[in-house]
């Protein structure tokens, strides 16, 4: 086995692919769009242009899309050179219904990230900027215990690695546990 499909077996993202319009070479002082194809759900993209100090340029859209556009103006020497396309992809959060999953007095959830992260953070409550009453472990799922019927609470949960725990990923979709009255 190559290391090629080594790697893709452990599931790493797919690369975006890139192209600029009107084309890679132009004149100066010319606009360019440089346009980044990433797989279906990414939400944010960053454009990276090489430079010594490196530049970022972020693109947030209204929902998430396929193709993302970076428009630059008056290009010249020192703005040409290689650019890369980055992306983000959020975890998602579920109820494990399984068998030790969910039951009258406990209910775990399972956060799902696209990456291999160290540290998984649930948080209850808050919106995802500012996350409220979060707890972190070494595994991806988590035990609510006990539960009450009646209560309403919403969660969130998020990605992080050990060597910088601080920066952590985008924060998954809200999932509303609420348990029913018996």
């Given at each position: 086995?190559?290391l090629?499909?080594?790697?893709?077996?452990?599931?790493?993202p797919?690369?975006?692919?890139?192209?600029?319009?009107?084309?890679?070479?132009?004149?100066?002082?010319s606009?360019?769009?440089?346009f980044?194809?990433?797989?279906p759900?990414?939400?944010?993209v960053?454009?990276?242009?090489?430079?010594?100090?490196?530049?970022?340029?972020?693109?947030?859209?209204?929902g998430?899309?396929?193709?993302?556009?970076f428009?630059?103006?008056?290009?010249?020497?020192?703005?040409?050179?290689?650019?890369?396309?980055v992306?983000?992809?959020?975890?998602?959060?579920?109820?494990d219904?399984?068998?030790?999953?969910?039951s009258?007095?406990?209910?775990t959830?399972?956060?799902h990230?696209?990456h291999?992260?160290?540290?998984f953070?649930?948080?209850?409550?808050?919106?995802?900027?500012?996350p409220?009453?979060?707890?972190?472990?070494?595994?991806s799922a988590f035990?609510?215990?006990?539960?009450?019927?009646?209560?309403?609470?919403?969660?969130?949960c998020?990605?992080?690695?050990?060597?910088?725990?601080?920066?952590?990923?985008?924060?998954s979709?809200?999932l509303?546990?609420?348990?029913?009255?018996i």
């Open positions: 086995m190559d090629e499909a080594a790697l893709l077996g452990f599931g790493l797919p690369q975006p692919s890139i192209w600029a319009v009107p084309g890679a070479v132009i004149s100066t002082d606009d360019v769009s440089i980044c194809r990433t797989p759900g990414v939400t944010r960053h454009l990276y242009y090489d430079e010594p100090y490196g530049k970022w340029f972020d693109h947030t859209p209204e998430a899309q396929e193709v993302f556009e428009c630059q103006q008056d290009m010249t020497h020192i703005s040409a050179g290689i650019y890369y396309c992306y983000k992809e959020k975890p998602s959060l579920t109820v219904t399984g068998p030790q999953g969910f009258e007095r406990n209910v959830l399972l956060c990230t696209p291999s992260f160290e540290i953070i649930l948080c209850r409550g808050g919106n995802a900027s500012l409220q009453n979060c707890s972190h472990q070494s595994h035990l609510i215990s006990p539960v009450s019927p009646g209560n309403r609470r919403t969660y969130r998020f990605g992080s690695y050990k060597s910088n725990s601080y920066l952590w990923s985008l924060s979709d809200p509303e546990l609420s348990i029913p009255d």
